[in-house]
Structure formats: C-alpha cells, structure tokens
C-alpha cells in the first residue's frame, strides 16, 4: 500500500500568525455585524423610510472600527480560552467555534450589564451573543477549516 505524501506543517510562528490574523479578521466582521444589527433595530423602530448620509457612513466606519478594537481587546483571553478547551476536548471545529464565540460574547455581555449578580439576561446579551457566534464562524472560515482527510492509494 502506497500512502499519499502528508504535507509538512507550515512553521510555528506562521501559524500563530495564521490564528492573530484569524482572530483580527474575526474581530472586524464582529464589529460589522454589530453594526449591521443596530441598523436593521433602527430601521424596524423607526417604521419611516430608511436612509444613509455621508455622514452617518462616516459614522459607520468609526463605528466598525471601535467595535472591532473593542471586541478584539475583552474577547481575546475568553476566546483564546475557548478555543484552547475546544482543541483539548477534540471537539468538531466549526461548531465549536460558532458556538463558544456565541457564549463568549453573551457571558462578556452579561458581566458587562448586570455585573457578577444573576439576572435575567437582556435584550442587548443576545445581541452580543449573535455578533459572537458570527466571529467564532469567521475564525473558523479563516483559521483554516480542516480539510478532507486524505486517502489512502491502494
């Protein structure tokens, strides 16, 4: 039996590279869904004909970017965290990381709002915990989902 040629792993430090630039990535879609969502809320509050000036993309764009510095800066430790978890379990990736990003976010939403006391988790939890699962999707996508397993050439 011939076995196909395994490709060598790329080197550890272009691999780290590979998940920071998953994570910022990840990050930055996180902050445009942020966005995105608080337009579709104004836009179903409003009831009026929806409209963007030059000033209010200007505003998007400062937005996006405090939300993704934001994002990057509270969820790095609890998503490094998860993901490390997710690795040691040997969970399926892509799942995983939708849903750990989903609860990393709602569990940072509810510190954030109601603090360490239980409470009824608020609108805005749910809110963070989309815009959560959307960057554990994207890390996902860009870290490098696994690829098929090889075979093996009779």
């Known amino acids: 039996m011939d076995h196909a040629s395994s490709p060598s792993r790329p080197p550890l430090w272009l691999r780290l590279l590979r998940a920071v630039g998953s994570y910022l990535l990840a990050s930055l879609v996180a902050g445009v869904a942020f966005l995105l969502i608080f337009l579709v809320i104004a836009q179903l509050d409003s009831g009026d004909h929806f409209s963007l000036s030059t000033n ?26 998860a993901v490390l978890l997710i690795r040691a379990l040997r969970w399926p990736r892509g799942w995983s990381d939708t849903i750990a990003g989903g609860l ?6 509810h ?3 109601s603090g360490f ?33 090889e075979r093996v050439v009779a």
């Open 104 to 109: 990393v976010g709602g569990v940072l939403a």
């Open 56 to 81: 209010d993309i200007a505003g998007a764009v400062v937005f996006i970017v405090f939300a993704s510095v934001y994002v990057a800066a509270f969820a790095a430790l609890p998503a490094m965290a």
């Open 111 to 113: 510190l954030l709002i």
């Open 117 to 149: 006391r239980p409470a009824a988790p608020e609108p805005l939890t749910v809110v963070f915990a989309a815009v959560g699962a959307i960057g554990g999707l994207t890390y996902w996508l860009a870290a490098g989902r696994p690829a098929a397993r």
